[in-house]
């Protein structure tokens, strides 16, 4: 990790290099708020709110997205509250222990990998169930509640978008998971669960379930209609190909196949990998009514 250190106390500057590079951080230092926006390329800033005739604001803007921690002489609006506002993530006292400020420079390391982890999850979940639509299904929720499906993705969806829509964090509990009990005691009260594929369970393991979350809100899915003490909805899917209690015909197949594929490749390579001639594809597609638009 890389230090930007932006202190117009030489010395200063030099002994707090010296102490983070004994910790292995890699530093630079700079005595000018212009160089330093023009040329460094730190992870964390160090920025000294003391630099007479320097206007540090803009460095806080610019690098926002980086760590940025306050080293200050005394504390009031213009060295500490109207920088936290712009963007700064904290501050420290001068003079300090150069173990307080590893600690700050930790803890905003972790949060920020936390927080790109969370962004990174966040949007692979929308692009997984982008194209399932829960929007009439929503409304009938109220929680806690058991939802019976035939495609469990279609809970998914509805717990993620319930949840952000009530401004509540989701503890996920697969059931399929042996750390399942676990997860349920270690929950945070306040969170709310939701519980997937309840018909993995054993009657037995279901009604200790039960016991565990019945003073909990939380949503469970399931694709068996179990008896449950919690209000229960029944919420499916009729397309046949997402139907988790229905087999596809040849033909629904080779239909979903040719409308999903049919610009992703040519179809030389589609009939090739449907294991049917082009002309067998092309009579397919004038069967279904499935022409490509040019």
């Known amino acids: 990790m890389k230090i930007t250190i932006i202190e117009n106390e030489l010395y200063l500057a030099q002994s707090i290099s010296t102490k983070l590079n004994q910790s292995g951080y890699e530093t630079e230092i700079f005595s000018s708020v212009k160089e330093a926006m023009a040329n460094s390329s730190g992870d964390a800033y160090l920025l000294s709110t003391n630099l007479p005739g320097q206007n540090f604001n803009p460095l806080i803007t610019k690098f926002k997205d980086k760590i940025i921690i306050l080293m200050v002489s005394y504390i009031n609006n213009d060295t500490?509250?109207?920088?936290?506002?712009?963007?700064?993530?904290?501050?420290?006292?001068?003079?300090f222990m150069i173990e307080e400020l590893q600690r700050k420079i930790e803890h905003y390391k972790e949060y920020q990998t936390l927080k790109k982890y969370k962004n990174l999850y966040k949007e692979y979940s929308e692009y997984l169930l982008n194209d399932i639509n829960i929007s009439s299904d929503i409304d009938k929720v109220t929680t806690p509640i058991v939802i019976v499906t035939n495609y469990i993705r279609l809970v998914d969806k509805l717990a993620f978008t319930y949840a952000q829509r009530k401004d509540r964090v989701l503890i996920f509990i697969p059931l399929g998971a042996k750390s399942w009990r676990e997860k349920v005691e270690k929950a945070n009260p306040k969170h709310m669960l939701y519980i997937s594929e309840l018909q993995?369970?054993?009657?037995?393991?279901?009604e200790q379930l039960f016991d565990m979350v019945k003073k909990r809100d939380f949503i469970i899915s399931t694709t068996s209609d179990i008896d449950t003490p919690?209000?229960?909805?029944?919420?499916?899917?009729?397309?046949?190909?997402y139907d988790q209690n229905?087999?596809?015909?040849?033909?629904?197949?080779?239909?979903?196949?040719?409308?999903?594929?049919?610009?992703?490749?040519?179809?030389?390579?589609?009939?090739?990998?449907?294991?049917?001639s082009r002309k067998s594809?092309?009579?397919k597609r004038k069967k279904y009514g499935i022409f490509k638009k040019k």
Not at 231 to 241: A, Y
Not at 261 to 269: C, I, K, L
């Open 80 to 95: 500490v509250a109207a920088p936290l506002k712009l963007g700064a993530n904290d501050y420290i006292v001068k003079p």
């Open 246 to 276: 229905e087999i596809l015909t040849i033909d629904d197949y080779v239909k979903f196949i040719v409308t999903s594929f049919q610009y992703q490749f040519p179809d030389t390579e589609l009939s090739k990998k449907l294991g049917i």
């Open 281 to 283: 594809l092309w009579e």
């Open 200 to 206: 993995v369970l054993k009657k037995s393991e279901r």
């Open 230 to 241: 919690f209000p229960k909805i029944e919420i499916n899917t009729d397309n046949k190909l």
